[in-house]
């Protein structure tokens, strides 16, 4: 009891430790699962199966602390010659109380490693060893890695493996030589989903563009775009604002050009130069939290106006889903591709069409 005290008190200490309590959340997980005795005394079988219900309070990026009940239906055979007509069946219904690390947060696909203890109560049909309780309350040491995979702001799909090691050796129905610690262990693999009942502050750490620190050069030209731009908008374009990089004063404006933001020709992938604009407009939009966007993509004339349209919304789709890896909230953004329509320049010179091609945000 000491030992399992230690270990809960360190799990306590280190979220508290690493934690940034403004930036914490709550959510809650539901899933299916693959058991099976971890053994040297058995041949598991493939018919199991099982399920889980978790609730998990995330305190920063890199921590959190989840409670996690599930239950697992394993079915064995035991290897001793003289044993196999015995076919096991053992439900553990446990809880367990796990602390999670995130080395890489923040990213659409983000690894974690976890640990933790439980308690389970079994329940055995068919057993080789006859003096064991059937039914009997136990605990255990659990330990995991898994992987959470972003679907949208509030929604994640997990896929974990999770190793669990008991304080004795009765979950598999036999105590025989050459167990670890005369300890059983059944491994789970598990996926499931995860969903956000509560979130707090949007995070400081995870708005930032991971490519671009203060020691890093800007790859934006900024004298070019400048020339560009007063070369060629027109005149009556006078309720556009064209924005090298937004900032929060232009956030109650009408409309924002994101000059710089371009893509490789005939794809929505972004050019080297688009991260520092698209960064200022994460940051712009983070400072302004009651901000409703339209993402607007345009192209020039080039190609055929159908190929155009479907080429201008994967490009608003692009800078949306960069948006939402930076932490802005998808409800806040809509993204419509409208293609060669409404040229802000002239499409025959090849200054014109760069200036056509470009993301506008719309401030609803």
Known sequence: MKKINTIIFFFLFASVLFGQLAQNSWS?????????????????????????LSFQRNF????????KAGYSHIESEFANPSLMNIKVSTNVYSGDLDFI???VPCEPVSP???AGVGAFYKMLTNKASVYLKDNTFNYQLNAGAGIEWNLD?????????????????????????????????????????????????????????????????????????EEIIKKNIPRE???QIVVEKPASKLAK?????????????????????????????AKTLMENEEM?????????????????????QKRADAVRNYLISKGISANRMTSVGYGEADPISDNKTADGRAMNRRIEFKVK
Do not use: M
Not at 60 to 67: G, I, N, P, V, Y
Not at 253 to 276: H, R
Not at 294 to 301: H, K, P, R, S
């Open 28 to 52: 809650v997980g539901l899933g299916g699962g693959y058991p099976r005795f971890i053994s040297i005394n058995i041949n598991p079988l493939n018919s199991n199966y099982g399920g889980f």
């Open 60 to 67: 920063s990026e890199h921590t959190a602390l989840r409670l």
């Open 101 to 103: 690390f995130y080395p």
């Open 112 to 114: 974690y490693i976890s």
């Open 153 to 225: 702001s509030d929604w994640k799909l997990i896929s974990e493996f999770t190793y669990h090691i008991t304080n004795d050796s009765e979950i598999d129905g036999s105590i025989g030589a050459g167990e670890v610690n005369n300890r059983d262990s059944y491994g789970v693999i598990s996926l499931g989903f995860l969903f956000f009942i509560d979130k707090g502050a949007p995070s400081k750490y995870c708005q930032l563009y991971s490519g671009i620190s203060q020691e890093q050069k800007d790859l934006a030209d900024y004298n070019r775009i």
């Open 237 to 239: 374009v006078v309720k």
């Open 253 to 281: 404006e009408e409309k924002w050009i994101l000059i710089g933001v371009n893509f490789d020709f005939g794809s929505s992938k972004f050019s080297p130069e688009s991260y520092p604009i698209l960064f200022d407009a």
């Open 292 to 312: 409703q966007i339209e993402i607007q993509g345009y192209t020039d004339n080039v190609g055929s106006e159908n190929y155009n349209k479907k080429l201008s």
